[in-house]
C-alpha cells in the first residue's frame, strides 16, 4: 500500500497524488511510493501536483529516484499540474529538462501502451 | 592589528562621509546593509584607472622599442597584466561593502557543524570538535573522516559528537576529495544550515548567532568569514594571513554579490547546495544523451556502409534513425526538453526496427554481446563507458549488422538517460571538477542566481603550515584550482552570473598569472644592465612622468584601502612564489587539456621532519637573486669604463634589480622559519 492516494488512468498510467509540502520528512514516503507502484507493475507514473503546496530539494530528489527507478523498468515518470513555487524551481534546478511536465494526469501519458 | 575580533565592530559603525546601501526605504529595512566606499575613495579609484591606461596606452603605441621586441614585448606585456590587474583591483574596492552586524538567526533554525578531516592527528580533531560543541547556537556536530579511523571514531563517541565515514555506495567510485566527503555527510544529516570547519579551524562559540541572520534572506546561500591563524608570529614569514583577501577583497567581491566560498569558516545553506547537485544532475544526464547520440551517428554510419548489399527496408530503416539521431542532436542544442527529445527518439528506433524485425536476430545477439563486455563484468550498457573514450573508440570502429546497430543505439539511450551508475549519488551537490571544489561551487551558486556575503570577524581560528615545503605545496594546490576552474568554467563565459561576478571572480584568476609576469620583470633589468639593450625608447621625461605618479598612487590607494592590515607580505609573496605560479598555470594547463595529473597533495597540519635549510625549494629564486647582482656589477662596472648607455639607465635599472631582490628576498625568511614558539636563535643554534 502507499501513503499517498493513487489510482489508474483510462489509458493505463498510475496516478499518485500527494498533498501539501513534500519536503525531507515527506519526500521519504514518496519516494517508497514511487519504488512500490513502479515494482508492482505500474512502470508509467504521473505524480499529480494538483495538491501540493511546496517542495524542496529532498522532495526532487525523491522524484529523481522514482524517475530512474521506472525508466530502468521500461517507462517514464511524468509530473502533471505544479503551482507556481513547484514549477519555479524546477526550472532553477533545471530539472523541467528531465522529467515532462503537464498540465492533467490524463494529459501525461495520452495513450495506451 | 587588523584582526576584526575587536575591530571590525566599531568599523560597521563608522558611517561618516560614505554612502550607506539602506536609501531611504520605509518599510523593511533591505538586508544587505551596510556601507559602500565614500566619494572621495571613489575618485582615487578613477584617478588611479585614469594614470594607468595613460601610461600603458603610451607605452604600447610610442615607447615599445621594437627593435629588440625579444624583451620589450615580454616587459610591455607584464606592464600591460599589472595595470589590468590594478584595473580589477579598482573595480572590486568600488562596491567594498562593509556590512551593518546581521539580524539575529531565523526562527527555528537548525544548523549541523562539519569538521572535516582525513589525517590530522586526533588530538586536534577532537580540539575543534569539543570547541564545536561548545558553539551557542543549538546544532549537531559532526566529524566527516575521510580517513576512516576507528580512534577517532572512538573519540568522537566518547565526547557525543557525531562520526562519519563514506557510506557503502563509495566502494569502487570516483571519491573526489574534500567535495566528496562533504556530499556523502549532506547526505547522512539535516540541518537547514550548515558551517564548515576545517580540522584545524577552532569556532567561537558565538559563531552561528553572528552569521545565521543572513538567511534571513531566502536567497542567501553562503556567508563565508575570515581564516585567522593563531600559530603565526606577527612577522608572518610564510605569509600565511592573509588580511587583504579576508578584508578589503571578500568586502569589494561581497559588494558585486560574489564573495566566495573558501572552503571553511563559511556556513552553507544546505537546499542551495542540494539545488546545485540536482542541476548537475540534469548537466550530466544531458552531456550522456549528447554523447549517446554521437556514439549512435557513429555506429549507424558503419552499419549503413555494411547495409549497403541487404535488403531495401534495411537500408530505409538505417535512414530513419540516422534523420532521427540528427533531429534530436539539433533539438538538445535548442534546449528542448530531454525527456521529450529521449522518448520521441525512442519511439522513431522502435518504429524504424519494427520493419525489418524479422531480420537477422543471431547478429544482432552477436552485436550486443560485445557491448556487454565492454562493461567488463558490469551490467552492459552503464553510462559510464560512454563516459570512456576507448570505449567509444572500440564500439564506432567496430563493423556493425544493421539491426544489432539499432537494438545497440536503443539499449545505450535507456542506460544513459536518467542513471548517472559512475557516481557515488545521483547527485553531487557539491563542484566536483576542481581540487578546489570551494570556488567552484560558489560559482555556480551564484550562476544560478543565489547571493553571498562576507561576515567580516574572526569566528575560527586555525594553524597555518609551519615550515616552508607544506606552504609551498598549499600555495601551489590553490594555483591549480583557481587556475583550473579558469580554463574549465571560465568565469567570462558563464551564463547566469553578472558581469560584476565575472569580473570578481576573473579577478582572483587573474592574480596567479603574476608568475609570468615576474619573470619579465626580473629579466628587463638585468638584460639591460648586461648588454645594454633598452627595450623601451627612452628613459624620457615623458615615460617617468606618465609612471612614477601612476605607482605612487596605485600604492596609496592600496594603502587606503587596506587601512593598517599589514600587506607587505602579500605583496612580496605575489612576484617572490613566481616558480609556483607558472608551475601551477602549467599542471592545470596539462591537466585540463590532456587530462594529467595534478600531483595534488593534501596540506598537512603537522609539522614536518627538520633536516637542513632546504635550499632547494626555492632555487629559481636564488638563481634570480644571482642573476640580479651579477647583472648589477656588470653594468656598474661598464658604467665605470664609459662603455654603458646611460647613467640614468644603469641608476634606474639598478633601482629596479633593487625593488626585485627586497622583494625576493623573503624566501630566505621563509627557508629559515622553524615554526612559532622558536625564537630566530634557536634556528641560529640548529644552523
Known amino acids: 500500500m502507499t501513503t499517498f492516494p493513487t489510482r489508474i488512468t483510462e489509458s493505463g498510467a498510475a496516478v499518485i497524488s500527494p498533498t501539501g ?19 508492482g507493475g505500474n512502470t508509467r507514473v504521473v505524480v499529480d501536483f494538483g495538491a501540493v503546496e511546496f517542495i524542496d530539494s529532498s522532495g526532487l530528489s525523491a522524484l529523481i529516484s522514482g524517475l530512474k527507478h521506472a525508466r530502468l523498468a521500461g517507462g517514464d515518470l511524468r509530473i502533471s499540474a505544479p503551482n507556481h513555487q513547484v514549477t519555479t524551481i524546477l526550472e532553477a534546478t533545471t530539472l523541467s529538462r528531465v522529467v515532462g511536465i503537464h498540465e492533467t494526469p490524463e494529459a501525461a501519458f495520452p495513450d495506451h501502451v | 592589528m587588523w584582526f576584526a575580533g575587536e575591530n571590525a565592530e566599531s568599523e560597521w559603525f563608522e558611517v561618516l562621509g560614505e554612502v550607506t546601501a539602506d536609501t531611504m526605504k520605509h518599510r523593511l529595512p533591505r538586508l544587505e546593509s551596510g556601507t559602500y566606499p565614500s566619494v572621495w575613495s571613489r575618485l582615487l579609484i578613477v584617478a588611479v584607472g585614469v594614470l594607468g591606461l595613460n601610461y600603458i596606452v603610451w607605452r604600447w603605441f610610442h615607447s615599445v622599442n621594437w627593435l629588440v621586441w625579444w624583451i620589450a614585448v615580454p616587459l610591455v606585456l607584464a606592464e600591460t597584466y599589472s595595470v589590468i590587474d590594478s584595473m ?23 544548523a549541523d557543524i562539519f569538521i572535516t578531516t582525513f589525517n590530522e592527528p586526533v588530538e586536534m580533531v577532537m580540539a575543534t570538535a569539543e570547541a564545536a560543541q561548545r558553539v551557542s547556537y543549538p546544532h549537531s556536530t559532526w566529524i566527516l573522516d575521510d580517513g576512516d579511523r576507528d580512534e577517532l571514531a572512538a573519540a568522537a563517541t566518547q565526547c557525543g559528537v557525531g562520526y562519519l565515514t563514506r557510506s557503502a555506495h563509495w566502494e569502487d567510485k570516483p571519491r573526489h576529495a574534500k567535495a566528496g566527503n562533504l556530499n556523502n555527510a549532506l547526505y547522512q544529516t539535516e540541518g537547514e544550515y550548515i558551517l564548515v570547519l576545517d580540522a584545524d579551524q577552532v569556532p567561537e562559540p558565538q559563531i552561528l548567532d553572528r552569521t545565521l541572520g543572513y538567511f534571513r534572506d531566502p536567497e542567501m546561500a553562503l556567508v563565508q568569514t575570515p581564516q585567522y591563524f593563531h600559530n603565526v608570529p606577527f612577522s608572518d614569514p610564510l605569509g600565511s594571513q592573509a588580511p587583504l583577501f579576508y578584508g578589503p577583497i571578500q568586502q569589494g567581491k561581497d559588494g558585486w554579490n560574489a564573495a566566495y566560498f573558501c572552503g571553511t569558516n563559511a556556513v552553507l545553506r544546505r537546499e542551495a547546495l542540494m539545488q546545485l547537485g540536482i542541476r548537475g544532475y540534469v548537466a550530466a544526464v544531458e552531456e550522456g544523451v549528447r554523447r549517446a547520440l554521437y556514439l549512435a551517428d557513429k555506429m549507424l554510419k558503419s552499419a549503413r556502409r555494411e ?46 526496427a519494427r520493419v525489418v524485425v524479422d531480420a537477422d536476430v543471431s547478429s544482432m545477439t552477436a552485436d550486443l554481446n560485445v557491448i556487454a563486455s565492454l562493461g567488463e563484468g558490469r551490467e552492459p550498457f552503464e553510462a559510464m563507458m560512454l563516459f570512456d573514450d576507448d570505449a567509444l573508440q572500440t564500439m564506432a570502429q567496430r563493423d556493425w549488422s544493421p539491426l544489432g546497430a539499432l537494438r545497440s543505439i536503443r539499449a545505450m539511450m535507456d542506460a544513459v538517460d536518467v542513471d548517472r551508475p559512475d557516481e557515488a549519488l545521483p547527485t553531487l551537490p557539491m563542484a566536483t571538477f576542481s581540487v578546489t571544489e570551494d570556488m567552484a561551487t560558489s560559482m555556480q551558486l551564484h550562476a544560478s542566481g543565489w547571493k553571498s556575503a562576507y561576515h567580516d570577524e574572526i569566528l575560527a581560528q586555525g594553524l597555518a603550515p ?19 576552474v579558469m580554463l574549465r568554467e571560465n568565469p567570462l563565459l558563464q551564463r547566469g552570473l553578472s558581469i560584476g561576478q565575472r569580473l570578481m571572480y576573473w579577478a582572483t584568476m587573474w592574480s596567479y598569472l603574476a608568475g609570468f609576469a615576474a619573470v619579465a620583470y626580473i629579466a628587463a633589468p638585468a638584460v639591460y644592465l648586461i648588454f645594454g639593450v633598452i627595450p623601451v625608447k627612452a628613459y624620457s621625461w615623458d615615460f617617468f612622468g606618465r609612471l612614477v605618479p601612476f605607482l605612487l598612487l596605485n600604492q596609496f590607494m592600496f594603502m587606503i584601502f587596506s587601512r593598517g592590515r599589514p600587506t607587505w607580505r602579500g605583496q612580496q609573496y605575489s612576484l617572490a612564489l613566481f616558480p609556483v605560479w607558472i608551475k601551477a598555470c ?9 587530462d594529467r595529473p595534478l600531483g595534488f597533495l593534501v596540506t598537512s ?46 641608476g634606474v635599472n639598478v633601482f629596479w634589480v633593487i625593488v626585485d631582490l627586497i622583494v625576493l628576498s623573503v624566501v630566505f625568511q621563509a627557508i629559515r622559519y622553524r615554526g612559532h614558539g622558536e625564537d630566530e636563535s634557536a634556528t641560529e643554534e640548529e644552523r
Open chain 1, 21 to 39: 509540502r513534500i519536503t525531507m520528512v515527506t519526500a521519504p514516503q514518496l519516494r517508497a511510493d514511487l519504488y512500490a507502484l513502479v515494482d
Open chain 2, 88 to 110: 580589477l583591483f579598482q573595480t572590486t574596492m568600488w562596491r567594498r561593502l562593509r556590512r551593518a552586524p546581521p539580524p539575529p538567526p531565523p526562527e527555528g533554525a537548525t
Open chain 2, 307 to 352: 547495409a549497403s548489399a541487404s535488403r531495401q527496408e534495411v537500408i530505409d530503416a538505417l535512414d530513419k534513425v540516422r534523420t532521427a539521431v540528427h533531429d534530436a542532436r539539433r533539438e538538445i542544442r535548442e534546449n528542448r526538453s530531454l525527456a521529450d527529445i529521449t522518448y520521441e527518439f525512442q519511439r522513431r528506433v522502435d518504429e524504424a
Open chain 2, 466 to 484: 609551519d615550515d616552508v615545503r607544506t606552504m609551498l605545496a598549499q600555495r601551489l594546490r590553490w594555483a591549480q584550482g583557481t587556475v583550473q
Open chain 2, 586 to 594: 602549467y599542471s592545470a594547463f596539462m591537466n585540463v587539456a590532456f
Open chain 2, 605 to 650: 597540519k603537522v609539522r614536518q621532519g627538520r633536516e637542513g635549510i632546504p635550499w632547494r625549494l626555492v632555487k629559481w629564486q636564488l638563481f634570480a637573486m644571482v642573476f640580479l647582482v651579477l647583472a648589477s656589477v656588470i653594468g656598474i662596472v661598464q658604467l665605470y669604463f664609459g662603455r654603458a648607455v646611460s647613467v640614468l639607465g644603469v
